[in-house]
């Protein structure tokens, strides 16, 4: 008993820090201060010591999580090629909407991407992802684009459900235009185990972007959640 209730208070203090977070942000209807939701769902259907192969959708909220404005789903394949290094190819199928009407924008990405990753301790493990993408953006134009993604995450023990907390950051570089153009920095992430299958991680992230030419950061907030499935 003694063991549950620290678990719960644990559990309740997790939830604070993320309320706590998000009151503290200004939000408003533009992107610059919006609250945003994100939904993902994985699944992975294979897995072996070379292999794995998984499916991924997702669904962004946008203008204080009030408008539907994109959703995609994309097959991954991913090659172990080292104990440390992971290669993965996906095909991300993403329909947009802008706020000042109902027609969608279809947008094809082909991604390529290395995943390295290490085990430093029983706790602490350190990742990296750096990803090549192809954006056929419909009727408008295409673009090449990179991603880099660098991963911090802390395994805790006997915390329940809780298993892991971490912290990333991603920078976006865009060669059409040759620059930085978006930064996504989770300074939370929280990993719950639901059953020896399904795994939950909720996290709070500040999307920082500059759209076109325009050299203004803006920056709106993200509260996530990603539901995944192992068969």
């Known amino acids: 008993m003694h063991s549950l209730s620290k678990h719960s208070c644990f559990l309740n203090l997790s939830v604070l820090v993320v309320v706590g977070l998000l009151s503290a ?3 408003q209807a533009q992107f610059d201060k919006d609250f945003s939701t994100w939904q993902a769902l994985g699944f992975t259907f ?17 203008n204080d999580s009030s408008f539907l404005a994109t959703w995609f789903v994309n ?5 172990k090629f080292h104990p440390n290094l992971d290669i993965g190819a996906t095909y991300l199928f993403e329909d947009v909407r ?8 279809r947008v094809h990405i082909f991604r390529l991407y290395l995943a390295p990753h290490w085990q430093i301790d029983d706790r602490i493990s350190l990742s990296m992802r750096h990803l090549l993408a192809l954006r056929a953006i419909e009727s408008i134009d295409n673009q090449w684009v990179s991603r880099h993604r660098f991963s911090f995450n802390y395994k805790v023990a006997n915390m329940g459900s809780l298993t892991g907390i971490g ?22 992430k929280l990993s719950f185990r639901i059953n020896k299958q399904t795994k939950l991680e909720l996290f709070y992230m ?15 907030y993200v509260f996530g959640q990603s539901l995944s499935y192992k068969f």
């Open 98 to 105: 802008a706020q000042s009407g109902d027609d969608y924008t």
């Open 167 to 188: 912290v990333d950051t991603e920078v976006f570089y865009n060669y059409t235009t040759n620059r930085l153009f978006e930064n996504r920095f989770k300074p939370l």
């Open 75 to 79: 097959p991954i394949l991913e090659y």
């Open 25 to 27: 942000s200004p939000l």
């Open 46 to 62: 294979y897995e072996d010591d070379t292999w794995r192969i998984k499916a991924a959708a997702q669904t962004r909220w946008y």
């Open 206 to 220: 500040f999307q920082t972007k500059r759209f076109g030419y325009d050299a203004t950061w803006q920056t709106a």
